[in-house]
């Protein structure tokens, strides 16, 4: 296998090539401390993929640094996505609630409308029954004179 930062034509760290090999010329250098047991995992795998140690290691760096920036997209479309469908949430909430207080106001009314003809049957039946405790009030002689004069 061959390393991503000998032959990587994607790389954004591109330079200067040497001349018909297609390698990349690398002019910085970072020195850093392991341990013994991190060295032996990093020989271990290096030579498992045919690579120099610093050529496995340059390829992992690259390779997080892509992972990173794709990870920083796919976060940013996550959110995006997210905030999309909570607010199709939202309005679709809106919507059902907006419903609801029309249901609540046509049952409101139809309730209103109810207590003024129970209302109205009220008044009804009390000026019936001030009628009847009238005409009791009368002597017999009046209720007759009343009935007579009504029906001639």
């Known amino acids: 296998m061959y390393s991503k930062c000998v032959t990587s034509a994607s790389s954004p760290n591109k330079t200067n090539q040497n001349q018909g090999e297609g390698k990349l010329k690398k002019d910085k250098q970072i020195n850093i401390r392991i341990t013994n047991a991190l060295h032996e995992q990093l020989a271990e795998a290096a030579s498992s993929k045919g690579l120099k140690q610093s050529a496995y290691i340059c390829d992992a760096l690259v390779k997080q640094l892509q992972d ?15 905030i999309n469908q909570l607010a ?3 309005q679709a909430q809106r919507q059902t609630h907006e419903r609801m207080v029309i249901e609540l106001q046509t049952e409101k009314k139809a309730l209103y409308d109810q207590i003024q ?23 017999l ?10 029906n001639p």
Request: glycine fraction near 2%; aromatic fraction near 8%; hydrophobic fraction near 35%.
């Open 141 to 150: 002689f009046q209720r007759l004179k009343a009935v007579l004069v009504a």
């Open 117 to 139: 003809q129970q209302a109205n049957l009220l008044s009804e039946y009390q000026a019936g029954h001030q009628q009847v405790a009238e005409i009791k009030e009368r002597s």
């Open 88 to 90: 199709n949430e939202l």
């Open 68 to 82: 990173k920036e794709t990870a920083s997209s796919t976060d940013e479309s996550f959110w995006k996505e997210h």
